[in-house]
């Protein structure tokens, strides 16, 4: 059975850093062309990408993030990081860490929610102005 779970979230003021952890088990990370993303979803809103993270170790990044965010992973422990810095109002949403499988697109791992095979629970953060 394959599981994710999100800690790190909390409440910062604008400027602030948190950083988001997701441990998987069930699987590995390293398994070839699986790759992970973090997602978020604020109220009202559509899931979106925020970073992702292919098995060969490239990264993407929503235009909103890039330059405060980094996206990271320890195959060795299973786990997907994202350091948030310079955190924006904007910023505050659930976020979800998610795996998914890309081999039948290049091993490229999307910003499409919907191409993701699992999901963690999600954690809160909420930025303050």
């Known amino acids: 059975q394959v599981q994710l779970v999100e800690s790190g979230g909390g409440s910062v003021q604008a400027g602030g850093s948190l950083r988001l952890s997701c441990a998987a088990s069930g699987y590995s990370y390293s398994r070839n062309c699986m790759g992970m993303g973090w997602f978020r979803q604020a109220p009202g809103k559509e899931r979106e990408g925020v970073a992702t993270?292919?098995?060969?170790?490239?990264?993407r990044y929503a235009d909103s993030v890039k330059g405060r965010f980094t996206i990271s992973q320890d195959n060795a422990k299973n786990a997907l990081y994202l350091q948030m810095n310079s955190l924006k109002p904007d910023d505050t949403a659930m976020y979800y860490c998610?795996?998914?499988?890309?081999?039948?697109?290049?091993?490229?791992?999307?910003?499409?929610?919907?191409?993701?095979?699992?999901w963690g629970q999600g954690t809160q953060v909420t930025v303050s102005s």
């Open positions: 998610a795996a998914g499988f890309f081999r039948h697109r290049l091993c490229i791992a999307t910003m499409t929610f919907r191409d993701y095979n699992y």
């Open positions: 993270i292919d098995s060969d170790g490239t990264t």
